[in-house]
């Protein structure tokens, strides 16, 4: 469910009109609704109401600042995977103690930054990384707490470049060599391993893979408890999908939450979970403009003010965007099948192939809806491009929480040299 619906005759975030938004801000940009990213949260939580559990909104899923800050305010941590997440982190006010620090690269710099921090754990991907953390909170004179993260070898059957579960992918520590990593963890005076994590991938359709890894690492924490570990918090990671088409309806967050709390109560353990796209994903949509309407003997192109730059997901994951017009359309007869394409000199600018759609022409509004996660922080600056605004509503109000920027603040970011002048 979310708060992006038509408003006499004109899509509407909440009670502010896109078509309002286009005129004032221009297009392309992002808008966000509040009231779908407070709601999404509650729902999330509410699962979780009989064991303790954090919740830690997965920061590269949707890094604005308003948008961790709307979490924040209704409890959220924060599950971050570098230094410059947990400076965002802590800008919007999540308390560090209630930041998890993932990913499998974090340098000696990084570490020694959240150790000063405080915040509350990090999760560790290799052995070479605990001997370096241990290092660096040394160094400090301080203690890391640790979760260890462990590759239970599960498939997640999702999108192959998201997929992170499997022996063969980057993240985590092979199921072969948790005991002897948890061994090494005991050696260093300056870590506090205090848990175990997993993470299986992301945008996951099916409760299947997560039930095999979670039994797989509930076992495991029987295990170390029996051998003297003092296991007390379990992160489960997140990865829950979101309806991107209607023809895939994933679990329920009630469903996800009962199967977890069913196997991991008997535990007594503190939960983390990290969910991202399913609180922002459908919180959303990316409005664009229709330059012109191409139409060939082969094909008819509708190309948008949008690019690839701006909205990624659909060149790098083949993945679906439903794509409304702004002004409602209630006659299906005018409406035909044709591409929608970017202005990216690349073949792989398209966002979609044979969508049926009204007859657009040039001048129209559409808009991407669940494009609040993994649209504007994966945006760039190619072929020149200005990176695109994000507009935050709330009820009746809007506010721009990242704007556009110009051609002179782009441009100033290169330096010619001396010997150029």
Known sequence: MDHFNYHKGWLAAEDVSIKTLAEEIGTPFYCYSTATLVRHYRVFAE????IPTQICYALKANSNIAVIKTLANEGAGADCVSEGEVMRALKAGVDPKKIVFSGVGKSRGEMAFALKKKIGQFNVESREELK????????????????????PDVDAHTNDKITTGRKTDKFGIGWEEVKETYADAKRYGSLNVVGVSTHIGS???DLAPFEAAF??????????????????RLDLGGGLGIPYHHTKIPPSPADYARLITTLVKPLQVELIVEPGR????????????VILVKRTPHRTFAVIDAGMNDLIRPTLYSAHHDIVPV??????????????????????????????LPQLKEGDLIAFRSAGAYGAVMAGTYNTRLLVPEVMVNGEKH?????????????????????LS
């Open 47 to 50: 699962g979780f109401k009989e």
């Open 132 to 151: 370096m953390l241990s290092e660096v909170a040394a160094s400090l004179s301080v203690t890391a707490n640790i979760a260890i993260r462990v590759n």
């Open 203 to 205: 945008q996951i359709t």
């Open 215 to 232: 039994k797989r690492v509930v076992g495991l924490v029987e295990e170390l408890r029996t051998e003297g570990y003092a296991i007390k």
């Open 278 to 289: 399913v609180l922002c994903g459908n919180a959303g949509i990316l409005v664009s403009r």
């Open 327 to 356: 002004e409602e359309v209630l006659n299906k007869k005018v409406f035909e099948k044709m591409d929608v394409v970017g202005p990216v000199c690349e073949t792989g600018d398209v966002f979609a192939r044979d969508r049926e």
């Open 399 to 419: 506010a721009v929480i990242r704007a556009r920027e110009s051609y002179k603040q782009l441009l100033a970011h290169d330096k010619v040299p001396g010997w």
